[in-house]
């Protein structure tokens, strides 16, 4: 009689079913499955073939990057990944992170100065990969960025930088282009046919390649990395207002990977959630009430002064978000994390993140919607 071991050895599943589950692996246990055979490792690191499939049906995690580590968690399954940043961004502060296929591209402020020395670093934290990016003109405290993609060739990845040169005037001809494209690792500028009006965006989301960010408070506006373009996408909800006081403002999501998702905190201490329709190049975008909800004392969704965590939502069920944003008491700011539906806030976890003081400008954290992937760092 054959053993157990030979047994299962003569067992093979057919390369395709194989190739089926692997792409619905975590990406946390799939990293330690690259030495199980030559095949799975030559799989794992055909881009075309396997890495965008599995990034296209990886689900959205919430990430926290604080001084010397970054937090990944599961808002389903309530996994929970601590590790360290890489060498390469323990000398600098990470002030905002834009997402384009599990890579970040990182702002960056060199360690013991206040508005000194900026940086731009992309980062996959899964593989532990950076890459420096060099400016054609100094880096400043307003300028506008984001990371996406060339839709003709998805390995084509961009970056938008949109410099203000002077802080007192940020609109219109005062407000420069460029596009950095990494196969040819240069800096050019673009030519903008419509007047400007950007400001730093606090509240921003990426799909599909392109990025998109509340604009004027009035409408949203969008990026398209493949035309190169900006195109007015459409204006809010009615009724929804852009900073009215301290205690109304908005964040932009994305809601699902074809449709956007817009939440307000307005002072009657009510949080209102809108989704769109499929957003596409020629299609008409409207947006629908997703849910409504009153609590008593609702989160303040503005970023502090000197902490760049600003708020961002995940919606992970029906009519249910995760929401993390700041808290501030006297003397401290720190990130909660809110778990809200149409019964009303349900969870609230607190200390997710050190605390820094407000003058403390050596320990920032930032957060964003996070999709690990094996893509790497274009070099």
């Known amino acids: 009689m054959a053993?157990?071991?030979?047994?299962?050895?003569?067992?093979?599943?057919?390369?395709?079913?194989?190739?089926?589950?692997?792409y619905r692996i975590p990406i946390e246990a799939l990293l330690r499955f690259k030495s199980v055979s030559k095949q799975w490792y030559?799989?794992?690191?055909?881009?075309?073939?396997?890495?965008?499939?599995?990034?296209?049906?990886?689900?959205?995690?919430?990430?926290?990057?604080?001084?010397?580590?970054?937090?990944?968690?599961?808002?389903?399954?309530?996994?929970?990944?601590?590790?360290?940043?890489?060498?390469?961004?323990?000398n600098c502060n990470v002030l905002r992170t834009f997402h384009c296929d599990g890579l970040l591209l990182c702002?960056?402020?060199?360690?013991?100065?206040?508005?000194?020395?900026?940086?731009?670093?992309?980062?996959?934290?899964?593989?532990?990969?950076?890459?420096?990016?060099?400016?054609s003109n100094p880096y400043r405290n307003l300028d506008v960025y984001g990371f996406g993609y060339d839709n003709?060739?998805?390995?084509?990845?961009?970056?938008?930088?949109?410099?203000?040169?002077?802080?007192?005037?940020?609109?219109?001809k005062s407000s420069e282009v460029e596009i950095y494209e990494f196969k040819s690792k240069l800096w050019r500028s673009v030519v903008?046919?419509?007047?400007?009006?950007?400001?730093?965006?606090?509240?921003?989301?990426?799909?599909?390649?392109n990025m998109y960010w509340v604009n004027s408070r009035i409408f949203i506006?969008?990026?398209?990395?493949?035309?190169?373009?900006?195109?007015?996408?459409?204006?809010?909800?009615?009724?929804?207002?852009?900073?009215s006081s301290d205690h109304s403002s908005l964040v932009l999501s994305g809601f699902g990977r074809e449709r956007l998702s817009l939440?307000?905190?307005?002072?009657?201490?009510?949080?209102?959630?809108?989704?769109?329709?499929?957003?596409?190049?020629?299609?008409?975008?409207?947006?629908?009430?997703?849910?409504?909800?009153s609590i008593p004392d609702p989160p303040t969704l503005s970023p502090s002064l000197f902490n760049r965590c600003c708020s961002k939502y995940l919606v992970v069920k029906t009519n249910k978000i995760l929401l993390w944003c700041e808290d501030v008491d006297e003397r401290y700011v720190y990130t909660n994390v809110y778990e809200m539906g149409v019964e009303g806030l349900t969870k609230k976890q607190v200390e997710m993140t050190e605390r820094?003081?407000?003058?403390?400008?050596?320990?920032?954290?930032?957060?964003?919607?996070?999709?690990?992937?094996?893509?790497?760092v274009p070099e």
């Not at 990430?63 to 590790?83: G, R």
């Not at 400007?196 to 799909?207: G, I, K, N, R, V």
């Not at 820094?356 to 790497?376: G, Q």
């Open 263 to 293: 939440l307000q905190r307005n002072e009657h201490v009510k949080i209102d959630v809108w989704v769109t329709n499929k957003v596409t190049d020629d299609g008409i975008v409207s947006w629908s009430k997703y849910f409504n909800v």
């Open 3 to 22: 053993s157990r071991k030979q047994q299962y050895s003569s067992l093979k599943l057919p390369y395709e079913l194989v190739e089926e589950i692997l």
């Open 152 to 172: 003709v060739s998805r390995d084509n990845y961009k970056i938008l930088r949109i410099s203000n040169k002077d802080v007192f005037k940020i609109k219109g």
């Open 192 to 209: 903008v046919d419509a007047t400007l009006e950007c400001e730093p965006p606090w509240t921003y989301a990426s799909m599909n390649g």
């Open 356 to 376: 820094a003081r407000w003058d403390d400008y050596e320990k920032p954290c930032v957060s964003c919607v996070f999709v690990p992937s094996l893509v790497p």
């Open 107 to 135: 702002e960056c402020l060199q360690k013991g100065s206040c508005y000194g020395s900026r940086k731009l670093a992309v980062w996959n934290p899964v593989l532990s990969q950076v890459k420096w990016i060099e400016h």
């Open 42 to 90: 030559a799989l794992f690191n055909d881009r075309k073939r396997y890495m965008y499939t599995h990034l296209d049906l990886s689900k959205d995690r919430i990430m926290l990057v604080d001084k010397k580590s970054f937090q990944l968690s599961d808002p389903e399954t309530k996994a929970f990944l601590l590790q360290p940043t890489p060498h390469e961004l323990h």
């Open 221 to 243: 506006q969008s990026f398209d990395f493949s035309t190169e373009t900006f195109k007015t996408l459409c204006c809010v909800p009615d009724g929804v207002e852009w900073f």
